[in-house]
């Protein structure tokens, strides 16, 4: 396993902006299995950020943290200045927070339209179906298809469809290029674009970081559950080489 250089900041940075999302000394455990070992990091409004790391890093598991989806943390997960540690997770859905999993949990029986439809509004300001139809042509396309006929692409575009449709503000986005077509990987990030634009916060765990490196404002590096390094996007240029032997690209 390549550590990282000496020179390479692991610290967090002040974002600029009003802060969502402030995790501190988080840890986390599934069983007796100690994953997260004192994480830090923060994410600004309307901020992009992503958590990279080799499988088993933790970066999956620092999103379900947020949600509330482990078996025990420890630690401070500020969202909004509201303290999510010991929160139920459909508090924390309702407070704004959406989360899209790596396995997406698309109901098989149901049509595009009735998955679409079926999470409830928790706040102001979700996308219209109209809004959402627009952003995903291939959603309207398949609106009366069943979950089953529709392809990994399809399927990814309409769970992060369902997120929308809530009024979350803050998009969790877990592997959401994994097993991918190359044109459809295109599409998400002409999305995500999309939604940073119109001043959605993300913070995007990805595996794939060549379609990670132009979106973000922020990397942050995972390794055995600590953040190693910390990488602004004007660092992005410096510091590409060393992030490839982080990552093993």
Not at 44 to 73: F, H, I, P, Q, Y
Not at 118 to 133: A, F, K, N, Q
Not at 200 to 210: A, D, G, M, S
Not at 234 to 243: R, V
Request: with cysteine.
């Amino acid at each position: 396993m390549v550590s990282a250089p000496s020179a390479v900041d692991v610290g967090n940075p002040v974002p600029t902006g009003n802060e969502m999302l402030r995790i501190t000394d988080l840890h986390a455990f599934y069983g007796e299995s100690h994953v997260l070992h004192g994480i830090d990091l923060r994410v600004a409004e309307g901020e992009l950020v992503t958590l990279l790391g080799r499988n088993g890093a933790g970066r999956s598991t620092t999103l379900k943290s947020v949600m509330g989806l482990v078996g025990r943390r420890s630690g401070s997960i500020m969202f909004n200045g509201r303290e999510l540690i010991g929160m139920a997770p459909h508090r924390v859905t309702r407070l704004g927070v959406g989360f899209c999993p790596e396995e997406r949990g698309i109901f098989s029986g149901l049509s595009t339209e009735e998955n679409l439809m079926l999470p409830p509004v928790v706040r102001s300001g979700g996308m219209t179906i109209d809004e959402i139809y627009d952003v995903f042509p291939n959603l309207y396309e398949r609106r009366a298809s069943p979950g089953t006929r529709l392809s990994g692409g399809e399927q990814q575009m309409l769970a992060m469809a369902r997120i929308l449709r809530t009024g979350a503000r803050l998009l969790l986005l877990d592997e959401i290029t994994e097993g991918l077509a190359p044109v459809i990987v295109k599409k998400l990030g002409e999305v995500i674009r999309l939604l940073k634009a119109r001043g959605y916060t993300i913070v995007l765990v990805e595996q794939n970081f060549r379609f990670a490196a132009p979106l973000a404002d922020r990397h942050y590096v995972l390794e055995h559950g600590r953040i190693v390094a910390t990488v602004r996007k004007d660092e992005l240029a410096a510091k590409t080489e060393m992030l490839h032997e982080l990552l093993g690209v």
